[in-house]
């Protein structure tokens, strides 16, 4: 039996999941990667410590710590996604991608429609486990790092020579992207 966990709860840091609209290459498409990168910062700046993540061609996996009793998961990561999902848009339309548009504009519920949405970019929901020992921690840890080469993924020889993942961070102690003034130790 699965226990219900509330964001609420005592848990301050979480293992994230967010995936673009039918698994469509979104963020790979419009190379987006920099918007997550850019999310990252806000998060920074609000007290939320980014402390392992990937950016896959269409989702984002992330360990996030919220330094702060008073926060919203569901706030964090819908503005995030928010955020991300009119960029997104906007450089499909610059690249007159009228197909993919179309799907998304498609993909709305006559509810959002009437709420002046135009295109679904992500699924509604996202995924949010807390972590709740170290061995889970390491497990999350690992299931990021190692995505990109899992799998149907191929899109590195080695994990660690992923660019848009923490894990060379881990691994070597350096990253192009993974500042480690923006992380904690693990």
């Known amino acids: 039996m699965s226990v219900k966990i509330n964001h609420s709860d005592d848990y301050k840091m979480y293992f994230c999941t967010f995936t673009c609209f039918n698994w469509i290459n979104l963020i ?3 190379n987006s990667y920099d918007l997550v990168y850019n999310w990252f910062a806000i ?3 609000k007290s939320v410590d980014v ?6 061609p269409n989702h984002v996996h992330c360990i996030l710590n919220f330094q702060n009793d008073k926060f919203n998961l569901n706030y964090t990561l819908s503005n995030g996604k928010r955020f991300m999902a009119y960029k997104i848009v906007e450089r499909l339309q610059e690249n007159k991608e009228k197909s993919t548009l179309k799907i998304l504009e498609d993909g709305l519920t006559l509810r959002e429609k009437n709420k002046g949405s135009k295109h679904k970019v992500f699924k509604d929901s996202f995924d949010a486990n807390p972590i709740i020992s170290e061995k889970f921690l390491r497990q999350k840890l690992n299931y990021i790092h190692f995505n990109p080469v899992t799998g149907k993924w191929n899109l590195a020889a080695d994990f660690t020579l992923y660019d848009h993942s923490s894990a060379s961070f881990y691994e070597n102690g350096f990253s192009k992207f993974f500042k480690p003034r923006h992380f904690m130790d693990v």
């Open 28 to 30: 790979e498409q419009t």
């Open 43 to 45: 998060l920074k700046e």
């Open 51 to 56: 402390i392992a993540y990937v950016i896959m």
